[in-house]
């Protein structure tokens, strides 16, 4: 089927395994630049009952087989998948209205999160198929009692309704973390857009990567699904406030106390530092980023500026900046190559800017830009929803109310004056709750005063200056290891922010119970829990043979005054407590001359290491390292090292074995806990061929 085709087509949901058409021929939706019909879109006759039943019963167990690292490994080729496919996605995507440029942060910046967050769960996250939450916390003196919090996939759907400016990284970016966790999805996109998210699905399903019932599309109304979610469901919302406070306070919702996550309407400042003055590199730096925030994807970004902070006495200059900029913005058809601006997704939302715009015109007068007259250099006027960059200027901010309750979801913004870091901070503050403030400044109490005044209203704040020019993603780019949200009328949600948000699809839980029985559940050893001493030293065995609870105990080790001295003059570390009797009695933690922590480290390795060539490839690292009693001359070490976690790396040859390593003295007290963590081969076949 070309879905490309010049006559409009039917769109289809995906659910329960098939492609189904509504049971009408739909509203028509058309091309932002031409006019043209572009697809018809229809969800009736649809038993929304079964497709939640049936991502519940068919794609979550399915999900749930698989490990951490296996869904990472599906992600990554998914995302693999659809880059090879991405010129299919970018040729129909001019008909939403978006340039090449704004195409490629909706198609490359979806598939890069997918592959970011690929890459996440298998570097930070076990190939296990639940996830330990904080440490082992004892409940009793003994060890026999003690609890763990560990986090499993729900059982439910999540449901994402996704919003019309980013019909790929809007669905992507959400998937991303839902599939990650073990937990199926519906998606559902707004209807002016959902052409391009539905061919995206149509791709995504031809690949076979994705198990049966892991991901379903409703393209049209979802009709009575949000009737039927329960408690293991969770239900995402992007678009406006009005309506996410509906579907909010949705029945079910409430009853079932249902997760949901909301990104609403955001009025995002950014903020031009006292210092930043008319010449200033953070000056002209502020003018481009102000400008191409009002002008990508036509200013319909949640994240765009929408108020312009900036010190009173470089107004002036800044509205004339804004100004001669945004008169150059080549308006016209998405599709030409010349084109820097393309029209609003449809006449309808422009009409709804322009409804704003005379809102805001209450407290604002218009510097910049005719928002009844577009001028376009290609496209359709009459038919295309263009409309030129709008500017305007509020010079009693103060005394405002619309400037900072009223977004115009455009290329529209509005310069706000101020006089002092107190008063930026206020009025930034007005908004009640943004996804992102930037601040442009090189000074830093300048910075720091903004920072510390914007972050309990925001989800992120960036800094801009002259060094990070270059480098910086920007004030508008959500990241995938970033969180991306706000407090307040931004939604009070949270998505991205790297494995925080896989944790938003899994239920915490503390298990409690005997440490044998913890640490079957959790799949780690934890003190009090079964260990094995055999004659095979750890060390000697591969992935394949070691298990959880092997332990060594050590044989033991002198600490002299002669390796305290040698030690200090080897590496140069000769602070006082190592080599001055009378000083280190003074200090309140010593009676007299220690030992160095890291010779007690180094004399531990010592004791536990076993030489030979074998299944331990390296030693990469220690964590959690406490000393906890100081180590005299005389003392002697013995160490205690038990397997804790076996982690394979799927695709690989080895995997991260994690060693509980316990260093006593001749009295049994712990002088130093820490984890070694070790690269070990999952079986001796390498040393065989070596041999």
Not at 347 to 366: H, N, S, W
Request: proline fraction near 5%; glycine fraction near 8%; hydrophobic fraction near 40%.
């Amino acid at each position: 089927m070309n879905v490309l085709a010049k006559q409009p087509r039917r769109l289809e949901s995906y659910v329960c395994g098939q492609w189904v058409a509504g049971a009408r021929e739909g509203v028509p939706l058309l091309d932002a630049s031409t006019g043209a019909p572009v697809a018809f879109i229809d969800s009736s006759g649809i038993d929304f009952k079964a497709i939640l039943a049936y991502g519940r019963d068919r794609g979550g167990p399915a999900l749930r087989r698989l490990s951490f690292h296996e869904r990472a490994a599906m992600l990554k080729a998914l995302g693999q998948a659809l880059m090879e496919r991405k010129e299919e996605f970018y040729a129909l995507s001019t008909a939403t209205g978006a340039t090449r440029a704004d195409s490629w942060v909706d198609i490359e910046g979806g598939i890069g999160t997918l592959l970011s967050y690929a890459s996440k769960g298998r570097r930070e996250l076990p190939n296990t198929r639940l996830l330990l939450d904080g440490d082992l916390e004892h409940l009793s003196k003994d060890s026999s009692f003690s609890a763990q919090h560990i986090l499993t996939p729900l059982q439910g759907v999540a449901v994402h309704i996704n919003a019309f400016n980013f019909p790929c990284w809007g669905m992507l970016e959400k998937l991303a973390p839902t599939l990650l966790a073990g937990v199926p999805a519906i998606v559902k996109p707004a209807s002016q857009t959902a052409y391009l998210t539905e061919l995206m699905v149509r791709r995504i399903i031809e690949t076979g990567i994705l198990p049966e019932g892991v991901l379903q599309l409703v393209s049209g109304s979802v009709g009575d699904l949000l009737d039927h979610v329960d408690g293991q469901d969770v239900v995402t919302f992007t678009g406006s406030a009005a309506t996410g406070q509906k579907l909010k306070t949705h029945k079910a919702i409430i009853e079932n106390s249902v997760r949901f996550t909301m990104e609403a309407d955001s009025l995002n400042a950014a903020v031009l530092g006292l210092d930043a003055a008319p010449g200033t590199e953070e000056f002209e730096l502020f003018v481009k980023e102000v400008a191409r925030e009002m002008t990508v994807k036509a200013g319909q970004k949640c994240t765009a500026i929408r108020r312009v902070i900036a010190p009173r006495q470089f107004s002036e200059d800044l509205v004339k900046s804004l100004r001669d900029r945004l008169e150059r913005t080549i308006v016209g058809n998405a599709s030409e190559e010349a084109t820097r601006m393309g029209p609003l997704a449809s006449l309808a939302q422009r009409e709804e800017v322009r409804a704003r715009i005379r809102d805001l015109a209450q407290d604002a007068e218009i510097v910049a830009g005719d928002p009844d007259n577009p001028r376009i250099a290609s496209g359709d006027a009459q038919a295309g929803a263009f409309l030129n960059p709008v500017l305007l200027y509020c010079d009693r901010p103060m005394a405002a109310k619309a400037v900072h309750d009223v977004e115009a979801f455009g290329p529209v913004s509005t310069i706000v004056p101020y006089e002092t870091a107190e008063e930026a901070v206020a009025l930034a503050r007005r908004g009640k709750g943004s996804l992102v403030a930037s601040v442009f400044t090189n000074d830093k109490v300048f910075a720091e005063e903004l920072v510390l005044g914007l972050a309990p209203f925001h989800g992120r704040v960036m800094i801009g200056n002259r060094v990070s020019a270059k480098s910086s993603t920007g004030h508008g780019s959500p990241l995938p290891m970033l969180v991306h949200g706000g407090p307040g009328r931004a939604g009070g949600g949270e998505e991205l922010g790297g494995i925080r948000s896989v944790k938003h699809y899994m239920q915490r839980t503390a298990i409690q119970g005997a440490p044998a029985l913890l640490s079957a559940v959790a799949g780690r050893w934890m003190p009090g829990a079964d260990i094995r001493n055999d004659s095979v030293h750890p060390f000697r065995k591969s992935l394949a043979e070691l298990k959880i609870g092997d332990q060594l105990v050590t044989a033991t080790r002198m600490v002299t005054l002669e390796d305290i001295e040698h030690f200090a003059h080897f590496t140069g570390d000769t602070f006082y407590a190592h080599m001055d009797e009378a000083a280190a009695k003074a200090n309140p933690f010593f009676d007299g001359r220690v030992a160095h922590g890291y010779l007690i480290v180094s004399f531990a390795a010592g004791l536990f290491v076993d030489p030979a060539p074998g299944p331990v490839l390296a030693n990469y690292g220690v964590d959690n390292l406490r000393f906890l009693t100081p180590v005299n001359p005389g003392d002697t070490l013995q160490v205690q090292l038990t397997c804790k976690d076996i982690n394979p790396r799927e695709n690989a040859e080895h995997g991260e074995v994690r060693w509980d390593c316990q260093v006593t003295n001749q009295n049994g007290a712990v002088v130093a806990q820490y984890d070694v963590l070790t690269m070990v081969a999952k079986t001796n076949s390498w040393l065989e061929s070596a041999a």
